[in-house]
C-alpha cells in the first residue's frame, strides 16, 4: 500500500472521530504548550538577570560604605576611620594592577519636585566616569561632564521614572528641579533600567528609574547627611580591563582598604560579574527543572496516545483483519497506525506551539514577569511531540500488525 494512502486513511479516521482524536491530542497540545512557556519564562529571567548585572558592570569591582548603627559608627571613628573617601579612589587607580578607572559617588534619600509633583528619589552626586562605568544611555539631553563638576556648577540628570514623575509629556530638559532647598537645571534624561531588586552585600534593592544625578562636587558642596559621622563617599566602582583580573584586583583593593582604614571592616566589596556566574548557574538549574516538568507533560500525553491507540486497536480487529485478507501486508497496517500517530502529534504539537506561544505572550503582558521565546524552544518541544508520537504509537501498531486476519475478522 502506497504511503500516500495510509496517510489519506489515518487522517480519514481521524476526522470520523473527531472528538476521540481530539482528547488524544490534549495531552500533546498542553506538552508542548507547557514547554514553550516555561522555556519562555526562563529565558526572561535569566536575561533580566543578565540586564541587572551589566548595569553594575560586568568588569567592575564596587566598594560600599558598611551601614552601621549610631554606636558602630563612633567606634569605628574612634579607631581612627573616616569611611570611605575620594582618597581611596585615587589610592586604588595608582596602585592596583588592570584598573581603568574609578568613580565615587555619595547619595541621599530626598525628593525631587517640579511644580506642584513630586517623586521619592536617591540624590546621588557622580563624577563624569560613572555613566562610562556603569552602561547609563542618554535618551535626551547630555551627561554631566568634567567641567561641571570642578565648577560644582547647579546642574542635574534625570532617570526615566523620574522624569516620567515629575513631566510627563513635557520635555524635561532646561527646567528647573528643586531637591532639598536647592534648585537643579534639568540637563539630561537616562533611558530606562533593569530593577535590581535584590539586596547583595550593601546594594540594597532599589529602583535605578528614581534617581537623580548631579555634580559630585556640587552635591558635597551643597547637600549634607543627617549623620555627620557616615562617610562622605557611600560607593567607589572601580573597573578593570578584563574579568579574569577582578579576583585578583578585588584581593588587591581590600587588602589596601585594611590599611588605610585601619583593619576597621566598615565597607564591603561586590564583585558583579561573580554574581553573574553564580545567578546564570542557578538559571541553569531553574531552566533544567522547569523543562523537565514540562517535558513530563509530554510523556503524559505520549501514553495518552498509546492508550488510545490500542483501543482503536481493539474497536477495528475486524477492518483489520478484512484489510489482510484482501492482500494487506503487515507493514501497510503498521505504517498506518504510526502515521495515525504521528499525525495525531503533529496536530496537536502545531496547536501547542501556538498555545505556547500565545500564554508567553500574555503572561508577560498581563504579569511583571518577563518571557522571552527563543526559537529553540519551539523547535525542542514540536520535535519532542513528534518524537513522542513515533514512540508511543510504535506498539499500537505493532500489535495490530501482528494480528491474524482469520482470528480478526471473526472477532466481534
Not at 548603627?69 to 573616616?82: G, H, I, M, N, P
Not at 517535558?295 to 495518552?304: D, F, T
Not at 483483519?321 to 495515525?340: H, L, N, P, Y
Request: glycine residues 8%; negative net charge; charged residues 25%.
Amino acid at each position: 500500500m502506497e504511503y500516500k494512502e495510509n496517510i489519506r486513511l489515518a487522517i480519514s479516521g481521524l476526522i470520523d472521530h473527531k472528538f476521540r482524536s481530539f482528547l488524544t491530542m490534549l495531552g500533546i497540545i498542553f506538552g508542548v504548550a507547557s514547554v514553550i512557556t516555561m522555556l519562555s519564562i526562563g529565558e526572561g529571567a535569566k536575561r533580566e538577570a543578565i540586564a541587572k548585572y551589566q548595569d553594575l558592570g560586568v568588569n567592575n569591582i564596587i566598594i560600599r560604605d558598611k551601614k552601621m548603627t549610631d554606636e558602630e559608627l563612633e567606634e569605628v571613628r574612634a579607631k581612627f576611620s573616616q569611611g570611605l573617601s575620594q582618597e581611596d579612589a585615587s589610592v586604588i587607580k595608582e596602585i592596583v594592577p588592570g584598573v581603568i578607572r574609578t568613580a565615587s559617588q555619595a547619595e541621599i534619600n530626598s525628593e525631587a519636585k517640579y511644580t506642584d509633583k513630586s517623586a521619592k528619589s536617591t540624590v546621588i552626586g557622580i563624577t563624569p566616569e560613572y555613566t562610562e562605568m556603569l552602561n547609563y544611555k542618554i535618551a535626551r539631553g547630555k551627561f554631566i561632564d568634567d567641567d561641571q563638576n570642578k565648577k560644582e556648577l547647579k546642574v542635574c540628570m534625570l532617570a526615566a521614572g523620574v522624569a516620567t514623575s515629575l513631566f510627563r509629556s513635557e520635555d524635561p530638559i532646561g527646567k528647573m528641579v528643586k531637591v532639598e532647598d536647592q534648585w537643579l537645571e534639568v540637563v539630561g534624561v537616562l533611558k530606562s533600567k533593569a530593577l535590581f531588586t535584590e539586596t547583595v552585600g550593601e546594594l540594597v534593592a532599589r529602583d535605578l528609574n528614581m534617581d537623580v544625578y548631579l555634580p559630585l562636587n556640587t552635591f558635597l558642596g551643597r547637600f549634607s547627611h543627617e549623620n555627620q559621622l557616615t562617610s562622605k563617599i557611600q560607593q567607589i566602582t572601580v573597573q578593570v580591563d578584563g574579568s579574569d583580573k577582578l579576583e585578583e584586583a578585588s584581593k588587591v583593593i581590600d587588602e589596601i582598604l585594611k590599611r588605610h582604614h585601619y583593619n576597621n571592616e566598615d565597607y564591603s566589596i561586590v564583585v558583579p560579574y561573580e554574581l553573574l556566574q553564580q545567578e546564570e548557574k542557578e538559571r541553569q538549574i531553574y531552566n533544567f527543572l522547569l523543562g523537565a516538568i514540562a517535558a513530563i507533560s509530554l510523556l503524559v500525553g505520549g501514553i495518552g496516545i498509546m492508550n488510545i491507540m490500542l483501543a482503536t486497536v481493539m474497536e477495528r480487529t475486524r477492518e483489520i483483519g478484512i484489510r489482510r485478507a484482501i492482500g494487506a501486508r503487515k507493514s501497510d497496517i503498521m505504517s498506518q497506525f504510526v502515521t495515525e500517530a504521528v499525525v495525531i502529534s503533529i496536530t496537536g504539537g502545531i496547536i501547542g506551539v501556538l498555545l505556547g506561544v500565545t500564554l508567553s505572550l500574555t503572561v508577560s503582558l498581563f504579569t511583571d514577569i518577563t518571557t522571552f521565546i527563543q526559537p529553540y524552544s519551539i523547535f525542542i518541544a514540536f520535535g519532542f511531540s513528534v518524537l513522542v508520537g513515533i514512540s508511543f504509537g510504535y506498539l499500537p501498531a505493532k500489535n495490530a500488525a501482528n494480528l491474524k486476519p482469520i482470528d480478526s475478522i471473526r472477532y466481534e
